[in-house]
């Protein structure tokens, strides 16, 4: 097994696509603030969050962000405010990178596939919907994604041993996680930052809540059993075929376990790993309760699996560089650190350009012009389309909250949908928008493109639209929060 059939390799195809659209998105984003009137509210400090106060909006003088700057944008991301969080999601994912490929070469991953294959070789479909389960709670209850990530390459090719293709892998585990933010019943970053500011109960309203997480999961599990069952009937089908070919090569023969070298030494090998794992869930599902863990969770969740990750490839005795392995899984993942840093450009070309608050100026007014059924659709909109300049759940809603809030109560619209209407635009389409960094970098980790991510997605996506639009509608008419 040498450095190119092992680890996690962004293709060229997949870097460059990525890169293309990225930049489009970039001058789009620097073209806007020529068009857009540039404006501001006034801030305030709630939590010790910068929250806007209604208001207080008026027209600034400043206008037009420098075109060079449109380009120098990725880089200056880097000492911007979401530096800190920039820098560290590149680290992340570069040790993902590198304890994906020592793991690889150890042999464990088929030693863990072989397992699960012969478990569940006759309930394969119980094993889909178990973990898309897993990962949309996680997502629900939590408020957990970056984390999850790390697991991302683990489901991408069990899905790979079970016959299935990389898109139904992503589908399990990020497509399931992003389901779960939107579908939120507990989470406190998304739902209990804006129920909070909007001055609601913390967690109220769960009942219909959990509805919603009932209704998604049924679709999303509906749509990903219908595509493998295609996939396993004609597995050309699948928009990744021929780029899956190798790592299906590589696990279609799954018995071939037998002739590792190392095999005596494999079951210790996942033993230790799946204890760091172990770690890293008790660490998350603390940090729901203790918020200080929440506040340095990534790093955290770097160490431990980095730590489990070298200790389980040593202990395999696989014969192997482990050093060398390890940088090399850094080099095959390291490109698409200029994804990252292009997505979260975007954010950075728009806000710089003094258009963001004009933007919300704006629909803002327009809903407040609207009936309740209305002005839930509107919200939904509004914060769909924030979402594609502003990833972040608590930080959209210490931006749309404080407005949202009052204009919701003006059209006889209760707060309880309003914030419903928030968590609708905030979740799915992370995993649609290109500027989303998590996005790219699951992608990065597998050999799908963004282009054919959208193509394949954007159904799921277009129908989840009209099912939440529905869903609000129905809100407003049981009278739900009043």
């Not at 009052?406 to 389409?429: I, Y």
Request: charged share 10%; with cysteine; glycine share 10%.
């Amino acid at each position: 097994m040498n450095n190119n059939d092992s680890g996690l390799q962004i293709s060229k195809k997949s870097f460059f696509s990525s890169v293309f659209i990225l930049l489009l998105l970039m001058i789009g984003a620097g073209i806007l603030t020529h068009v857009i009137p540039s404006g501001a509210f006034e801030r305030t400090m709630i939590d010790g969050k910068e929250a806007i106060v209604p208001g207080t909006f008026a027209f600034t003088e400043a206008g037009g962000y420098p075109v060079w700057r449109w380009f120098t944008a990725p880089f200056e991301v880097l000492w911007s405010d979401d530096a800190v969080t920039v820098i560290m999601i590149i680290a992340f994912i570069c040790i993902i990178g590198g304890v994906f490929c020592a793991l690889d070469k150890s042999g464990m991953l088929k030693y863990i596939m072989n397992g699960l294959v012969r478990r569940f070789e006759n309930s394969k479909y119980k094993l889909m919907a178990m973990l898309t389960l897993f990962f949309m709670l996680f997502g629900s209850v939590f408020g957990i994604f970056e984390e999850l990530v790390a697991l991302v390459p683990i489901v991408i090719v069990l899905s790979h041993a079970l016959g299935w293709d990389s898109m139904t892998g992503l589908g399990m585990s990020a497509l399931a996680a992003g389901f779960g933010f939107s579908a939120a019943t507990l989470n406190p970053f998304t739902l209990g930052v804006a129920q909070e500011i909007a001055g609601l109960p913390a967690f109220s309203g769960v009942a219909f809540r959990i509805l919603v997480f009932v209704i998604c999961y049924a679709i999303l599990y509906g749509f990903l059993y219908r595509y493998a069952h295609k996939i396993e009937k004609d597995p050309t089908k699948s928009p990744v075929y021929e780029e899956d070919l190798k790592q299906k090569e590589k696990y279609a023969n799954i018995a071939a376990i037998e002739a590792l070298p190392n095999e005596q030494y494999l079951g210790k090998t996942v033993k230790i790993f799946a204890s760091s794992l172990v770690l890293v869930i008790a660490y998350i599902v603390a940090g729901f309760f203790v918020p200080a863990l929440s506040a340095v969770s990534l790093p955290v969740m770097a160490v431990l699996f980095l730590i489990g990750g070298l200790l389980a490839a040593k202990a395999s005795h696989y014969g192997g560089n482990i050093g060398k392995d390890f940088i090399s899984g850094i080099g095959g993942i390291a490109p698409s650190a200029l994804l990252i840093m292009m997505a979260m450009s975007v954010k950075l070309i728009i806000t710089n350009g003094g258009i963001m608050d004009t933007i919300l100026y704006y629909v803002s007014e327009v809903v407040a012009e609207m009936g309740a059924y209305g002005a839930s659709i509107m919200i939904f909109l509004l914060v769909l389309t924030l979402n594609f300049f502003v990833s972040s759940g608590s930080a959209k809603a210490f931006l749309l909250i404080p407005i949202i809030a009052p204009l919701a109560e003006l059209v006889g619209l209760s707060k309880q949908v309003a914030v419903q209407a928030f968590c609708f635009g905030d979740g799915f389409t992370n995993m649609l928008y290109p500027t989303n960094a998590l996005l790219m970098i699951t992608l990065g980790l597998t050999v799908v493109s963004y282009p054919k991510w959208f193509k394949w997605s954007i159904p799921l996506q277009l129908f989840m639209l009209l099912v939440n639009c529905g869903l609000l509608v129905l809100a407003v008419a049981i009278g739900y929060g009043m």
